[in-house]
Structures are given as C-alpha cells and as structure tokens.
C-alpha cells in the first residue's frame, strides 16, 4: 500500500503523518487490496479539512471530513472509508456468490 500525503495550506507534521498512518492501517485489516491512498489535509478560515482517494482491485473511493481539529477530522475521515471499504467488500463477496 502506497500513501501520498500532502498538505494544502499546511505543513505535514511527524506526528499527523504518523497519526495518519495508524489510522489507515485499520482499513488495511479489513481489505488487503488497496493500491494506493491520496491524501490531501488542508485548513480554510476555521475548519481542518482531510480527504482522502482510496484506490482498490476495482473501485475508487473517496472521503472527505472537516471539524475544529485536524485529528478529529483524520479519524472521521477514516471512519467513513473505513464504511465504504467494507461495503465494496461485501459487494466483492456477495457477487462471488452468485
């Protein structure tokens, strides 16, 4: 798995890009197929911004999350393709099936 981040309007940090790392990892136990991951953290007026392009073995998908904190907004960013990941696999595996 390759992870690109960079940063708009922001300096990438040690620790928000390990952050990132540790919370990506997690989608890597529920899919072993992702390619690579675009990530873009960004700040506009007051509002921390991640989104993130995930590329998997037939889908691209994306997420994107804003709050107060940076953090917060990685972890819900995460979350939501965390959702995503795990319905293309049950999307994978149901057509499997049949």
Avoid: C, P, W
């Amino acid at each position: 798995m390759q992870l690109n981040i960079s940063g708009h309007h922001l300096n990438i940090t040690d620790a928000i890009k390990h952050h990132s790392e540790e919370k990506l990892s997690k989608i890597k136990h529920h899919f072993d197929h992702v390619i690579n991951i675009n990530m873009i953290l960004g700040i506009e007026k007051d509002s921390q911004i991640a989104e993130a392009t995930l590329h998997v073995s037939g889908a691209d998908l994306f997420a994107k999350a804003e709050s107060g904190d940076m953090y917060a907004s990685i972890d819900q960013m995460v979350n939501k393709l965390d959702a995503q990941i795990r319905r293309h696999k049950e999307k994978l595996n149901d057509h499997r099936k049949n």
